[in-house]
Each structure stands twice: as C-alpha cells, then as structure tokens.
C-alpha cells in the first residue's frame, strides 16, 4: 500500500501562483512514478502532469504547459507541482497519484493509488 496526503490548495486570484505537495508513505518503492490529477465540478478526471521517481523526467497536459510545474524530492518522497500563471479554468480538485506502470501513462487506470485530493480555486 501506499498512502499520499496532499496539501497546499487554497484560493487565488487569477494570474497568481500555488504550489502544491504530496507526501507519500508506505510501500513507496512500488512505485514508478507520480502523477497529478484535477477534477472540475461535473467533469472527469483529467491529467495534468507527470514525473519518475528514478529519473525525474517530466510531462504535461498541454493545457497546462509552460505555466505548471512537477517536481520530486527523493529524500522526502514528496512530490510538487508548482502552479504559475493561474486562469479560472484551473480550478478543480486536484489528485495526487502513485503509479507502477513505466512510461508517461496518463490515464486514470494507470494509476493505482490516490491521495484524498487538495482545492484549487482561481477568481476571475
């Protein structure tokens, strides 16, 4: 099992910045990699980005390229995602998630275990 707690949402006028973390424990070393997720009212679940624990390499919705950010500390087995640039469109619940899967999966059954979710709201 691996447990993921999430943390650092809030609400934020558009335009500004919020990093969010997630701290995972357990049998962290199952997992390949990380992914966040965000969840819109009356939407489905959709990717965001991406990251190895090994390599720490990286990938991204478009939607969200060049204005987000993951990242992973290792050490801490935390994992970031630095958001910039917010539009109200980015507001959602927003998931972390574990994976075994290798690759850049994207899809929500790739990814075994979820972490409670964390909210994003963005004000126009």
């Known amino acids: 099992q691996v447990q993921l707690v999430e943390s650092g949402g809030g609400l934020v006028q558009a335009g500004g910045s919020l990093r969010l973390s997630c701290a995972a424990s357990?049998?962290?070393?199952?997992?390949?990699?990380m992914g966040w997720f965000r969840q819109a009212p009356g939407k489905g679940r959709e990717f965001v980005a991406g990251?190895?624990?090994?390599?720490?390499?990286?990938y991204y919705a478009d939607s969200v390229k060049g204005r987000f950010t993951i990242s992973r500390d290792n050490a801490k087995n935390t994992v970031y995602l630095q958001m910039n640039s917010l539009k109200p469109e980015d507001t959602a619940v927003y998931y972390c998630?574990?994976?075994?899967?290798?690759?850049?999966?994207?899809?929500?059954?790739?990814?075994?275990?979820w972490g409670q979710g964390t909210q994003v709201t963005v004000s126009s």
């Open positions: 998630a574990a994976r075994s899967a290798a690759g850049r999966p994207t899809a929500v059954e790739q990814f075994r275990y």
């Open positions: 357990g049998r962290t070393f199952s997992s390949n990699g």
């Open positions: 990251i190895s624990w090994s390599s720490g390499s990286t």
